[in-house]
């Protein structure tokens, strides 16, 4: 059975040795001259002013969690698709109550403002998405 | 023996098809671009300025490689070779072409011929996010950071979208399978003269897939991750030389597998309306006099050869399109793009869902 996966594992290799091979040309072709300043971390010509990994908006893991949440509803739905036709009305209102289900946490969380993605006051400490 | 040969033949033509289609974007990139913003564009190299792509790939091998300065080394590495593994493996489940008969079996055209089908595409496309992730966080720069960010709250927000509006394809068709639904899609037509295409009963899902894939390959209008305006380069900003032509390659080749994919779920794949590939095969073989090339007769291996030029065709035109859109809209903003994803996309796509259910369910589809 896994056998059959196989060809990924092809596909994966020729993208790694694609690369690979690329990267080491323009590595060995490509003048190397280096320098303090060129190797410096671009800051659009400011001196750097503090570290990047600092505090970011709490937005992002709020998109994060939306989307644990709905996604492994929307997985579900795919063993559906293969049997929905056989399953006739009864198995389409069985998938009904679930997206019911779902449509009311998404409408729950759409009031509660999670889905919301707006740049926080200015002067807050974190930075805009 | 053709068990084994002909997955990696087919790796190989889908392969070079991805990687010329790289080359031939840009040209037409730039080309389009001058043309509708009224300019000449490059014309100096070749005719027509064709050989500009490779003037570009030779730049990109002689600029200086440079590492910065408190980069996180491994990830560093990795990064631009993960942005070229979601185009190059997730065309291993688009059929091109009929089925052909290898030895005494029957051998459908394509690489895996799978149950799981769609849900290996969705699964390896969605390996695209670690790439930009990985540049963005390993980089140690504030605007890769915070593109990269953008990027995988970005995509993982529209992949709901789009997995969706996937769905609602799969449901009439009962398969997981790519080329069950090109089968589908075959042999009728709606209201006696449109072609059986997915795309006229779920205009509404294709357009939900439209939007979602641009947003998935980072396109204008949602390049949101890379805005020069805000981010300078946004997640490759610390990337020079070779490594930005991978995540450029990258994101070039994404757009051509999805498209792939669009054409096999709503426009019929490789087959084309009325014309029966295996014939015309059949007919341009008996014509040239069936020559056979590594034991098989020319009119067996010519079919799939068809509906391949088929199916990068279409293709084309959904690049073309890609290109158009770019050079005609704005970029969203930041809050924009999400209320879109979140709050029309996806109810749209739900919507789309139940009433292809209800139509399946009913008789109709």
Known sequence: ?129 | MAELLAPLLMIALWAAAVLTAVVIMVWIERRMSALMQDRRGPNRLGPLGLFQAIADAAKFIFKESLTPAGVDRPLYLLAPLLALLPALTTFVVIPFGPEIEVAGERLRMLVIDTDTGVMLFLALASLGVYALVMAGYSSNNKYSLLGSLRASAQMISYELALTLSVVAVLVPASSLNLADVVDYQVGKQWLGLLPGWNVFPQALGFLVFLVAAFAETNRLPFDLPEAESELVAGYHTEDSAMRFALFFMGEYMAMTTLSALGVTLYFGGWTLPGVELPAVAAAIAGWAGDPALFGLALSSWLAPLLGFGVLIGKVGLFLLFFVWVRWTFPRFRYDQLMRLGWKVLLPLALVNLVAVAALTVGGVL
């Open chain 1, 1 to 129: 059975m896994p056998r059959q996966y196989l060809p990924v594992l092809v596909c994966i290799a020729l993208a790694f040795g694609l690369g690979t091979v690329l990267l080491a040309l323009s590595w060995f072709a490509g003048r190397q001259t280096g320098g303090e300043a060129k190797r410096s971390t671009y800051e659009s010509g400011l001196p750097l002013l503090d570290r990047s990994r600092k505090r970011l908006s709490v937005i992002f893991f709020l998109v994060a969690l939306d989307f644990v949440v709905f996604d492994v509803e929307a997985a579900f739905l795919y063993p559906w698709a293969l049997v929905a036709r056989d399953g006739g009305w009864p198995l389409f209102w069985a998938i009904g109550v679930f997206l019911a289900f779902l449509l009311a946490g998404f409408a729950y969380v759409w009031r509660k403002g999670g889905l919301e993605v707006r740049p926080p006051a200015a002067g807050s400490g974190t930075s805009t998405p």
